[in-house]
């Protein structure tokens, strides 16, 4: 039985051993690029049997190159001014034949202005996970061939069918929410057997998960958010891939990967590579050890992974048009590699956006991975941003932490005292919660006194925020297992008992808190001074937090009250700032302050004042 087994497979393989195309990658690509080279990888069947050639003017094929594995041919191109947009065939021959043809595009890049516009402190940031916001298209909830089949809402590691439709049938909620930028956890395909809903596992680099959508889909996503105003950031995972992917099965080389004698985990530090007493081993495994036994991790140091994924994340920007890259699990990856990644992508579109997530502790940590720090490292990084966890931890401090020297509100001052370490700390991303931590609205004790003065300096604060999807309903539960902070947004699928995404479908406390975001985003919308202003703060005192942003056009006060009591605060000590203002309105109240010498302060509270002559 065993023996007729073999021989039904070698027949079956001598019928397939002749040729097939699987991959040309990119696909297609655009002229006039800032660089004229393109290293196309091309994966079929005993590939590297054949010879390569193709004639079209302006496009030199300069080399072909041979891998271990012989099911991959890579060929560098040239390109040159003179190449025109248009179509050509790359050609595979065989003892003299032609065998293969491969229909080769060169596209026209699509230099419409509202595209690849890079995120700013001026935005707002929403960030949704695709599978768990709304299923706009349940025919493809679950795709024939895929490995995970599993489609149940009633478990966190399960599909339950969200997908970019559910996402663009609801922009007009985020648009009236005052939302600016949309951040999806990838949109990639992920087809593994299990978990795949969360899309840090890719399996083909160039093609959005057809549980999502298509391709075409998600340019359509990206094209009708730009129409709203809405900026796209896309979350990329350059660190890790998904094992059960098409490459993963058939490498072009042992080392795309980084491979160890058995299997070795990263040490999830980020310490090792910035510590002067780090041993070269610890090093070693914080960089090239791998993420989950599921998520190998990618060589970067290998040339032609060099090459792949920059010219990968460069076709998603001018494919799509979208507008910056959230990256993840940011320092285990090369930083050699990551600084020039990041330098090709900027040399083409000089406004895109990207910041790192750096799951760390401390602001000289993250400082370390942002472009031009003060830190004398031996080479920029040309990171802008990163998530900024350092001051997230020092916020729930100063709403839930007792008075002490370096704690409650002081806690966020000393915080906010280091930003002479980065080059520019408004490119940090500012948030309450995201996919990976507690709800905010749960870390506060479901104190609505504590969400309101967090909202508050979110949305007044230095650097680009982020809300996480149903922040502003009040959805809650601790990420133990982070499955329970990536629950449905109620309303989101067709058979839902209510509707979130309306007023009506709401409580009154979820109507209270919607429209608290709202009138804080819609004003900081407005207020050059909240968006690009600069930050002053004072020394706290009596566990009352005072800071001003302020530009020569405007100036916003926000009193932060730590304290469990009501309070008054006098101001005469902030007469830098207060200097020629009068009297001030109250930008959640609308209340008008007719002198500012004193100001009562409600218990655990932030008060916002936008200060007049
Ligand atoms: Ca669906």
Redesign the pocket.
């Known amino acids: 039985m065993k023996r007729f087994f073999l021989l039904l497979t070698s027949i079956f393989f001598l019928l397939t051993s002749h040729a097939q195309l699987e991959r040309v990658e990119p696909m297609f690509w655009w002229t006039q690029m800032v660089n004229p080279k393109l290293q196309l990888l091309v994966h079929g069947n005993k590939i590297a049997g054949y010879s390569v050639s193709l004639n079209y003017k302006g496009v030199t094929l300069q080399k072909v190159k041979m891998v271990e594995n012989s099911n991959y041919l890579f060929l560098d191109l040239l390109i040159d001014k003179n190449a025109k947009p248009g179509k050509f065939d790359i050609v595979f021959s065989q003892q003299g034949k032609k065998a293969l043809r491969y229909a080769y595009e060169l596209k026209q890049q699509d230099k419409s202005t509202n595209r690849n516009q890079g995120v700013t402190d001026k935005d707002l940031i929403y960030l949704i996970m695709p599978d768990r916001f709304s299923?706009?298209?349940?025919t493809?909830?679950k795709i024939a061939g895929m490995k995970d089949q599993t489609l149940n809402r009633d478990s966190m590691y399960y599909r339950h069918?969200?997908?970019l439709q559910?996402i663009i049938n609801h922009l007009d909620y985020l648009k009236d929410l005052g939302v600016t930028a949309i951040w999806l956890t990838p949109e990639i395909e992920n087809d593994m057997s299990h978990a795949s809903y969360h899309g840090y596992a890719a399996t083909d680099l160039y093609k959005i998960d057809p549980?999502y959508g298509t391709n075409d889909l998600y340019k359509t996503y990206v094209e009708k958010c730009h129409a709203l105003g809405l900026k796209v950031i896309k979350d990329v995972v350059p660190n890790h891939i998904g094992s059960e992917g098409w490459m993963m099965q058939d490498l072009p080389m042992k080392d795309w990967v980084h491979q160890w004698p058995k299997y070795t985990n990263t040490n999830y530090r980020d310490e090792p590579l910035m510590d002067p007493h780090a041993s070269a081993s610890d090093r070693k495994l914080q960089l090239d050890g791998w993420f989950v036994p599921s998520m190998p991790d990618v060589n970067e140091s290998n040339t032609y992974v060099q090459n792949y994924y920059i010219q990968n994340y460069i076709w998603w920007i001018e494919y799509a048009g979208i507008d910056g890259y959230r990256i993840d699990t940011y320092p285990y990856n090369d930083p050699q590699f990551m600084a020039s990644w990041a330098q090709a992508i900027k040399a083409q579109f000089p406004s895109f956006t990207l910041f790192g997530e750096t799951f760390v502790q401390t602001v000289a940590e993250q400082a370390f991975y942002t472009e031009g720090n003060t830190v004398n490292r031996g080479f920029d990084t040309h990171l802008q941003g990163v998530t900024d966890y350092a001051l997230n931890a020092s916020i729930y401090e100063a709403l839930n932490g007792k008075e002490g020297w370096d704690n409650g509100v002081n806690r966020l001052y000393e915080t906010l005292s280091q930003d002479f370490l980065y080059k520019d700390p408004a490119k940090n991303s500012v948030f309450l919660d995201d996919h990976d931590v507690s709800r905010f609205y749960s870390v506060v004790g479901e104190n609505f006194d504590k969400y309101k003065m967090g909202i508050a300096i979110l949305l007044t604060m230095r650097g680009i925020p982020e809300l996480y999807y149903g922040t502003e309903i009040l959805m809650k539960n601790f990420s133990d297992p982070d499955g329970l902070v990536r629950e449905d947004f109620k309303g989101g699928w067709a058979n839902d008992s209510v509707d979130k995404f309306t007023a009506e479908g709401r409580t009154d406390s979820e109507n209270i808190a919607f429209n608290y975001v709202k009138i804080l985003a819609d004003y900081r919308k407005k207020s050059s001074a909240l968006q690009i202003g600069k930050l002053m703060q004072y020394v706290p005192e009596k566990n009352i937090y005072v800071y001003f942003r302020y530009n020569n056009k405007q100036t916003v006060m926000i009193i932060v009250n730590g304290n469990d009591s009501s309070k008054t605060l006098d101001t005469h000590r902030f007469g830098e700032r207060l200097n020629g203002f009068t009297k001030a309105k109250n930008i959640i109240t609308q209340e008008k302050l007719l002198g500012i010498q004193s100001i009562d302060l409600p218990r655990h509270s932030a008060t916002i004042l936008e200060l007049e002559k």
């Not at 299923?135 to 349940?138: K, R, S, V």
């Open positions: 299923n706009g298209d349940t493809n909830d069918g969200g997908d559910g549980r």
